[in-house]
């Protein structure tokens, strides 16, 4: 069990990545365009959605990476 929680940091470790990565990076030249979508500018919809897919990871980490699965002791 240990190594597959491990195994499942590394992947959601290497997602963050590239999700860090893709918000500001290269994803300003992909969509700096004068269009919109949601009411917004296509850059800010841009940032928003790689913001999401950070904080849906951080939230998988919460609840299958973040944890002790030590015996409490009182």
């Known amino acids: 069990m240990e190594s597959r929680r491990k195994q499942f940091g590394w992947i959601l470790t290497v997602a963050f990545v590239i999700a860090i990565l893709m918000g500001p990076g290269p994803g300003m030249l992909l969509v700096n365009r ?3 979508h949601f009411g917004l500018p ?3 919809v841009w940032g928003l959605f790689w913001y999401v897919v950070e904080v ?3 939230v ?3 609840f299958f990476v973040w944890h002790d699965d030590a015996p409490k002791s009182e």
Do not use: F, Q
């Open 60 to 62: 998988l980490a919460y």
């Open 34 to 36: 004068p269009t919109a």
């Open 42 to 44: 296509d850059l800010y």
């Open 56 to 58: 849906g990871i951080v």
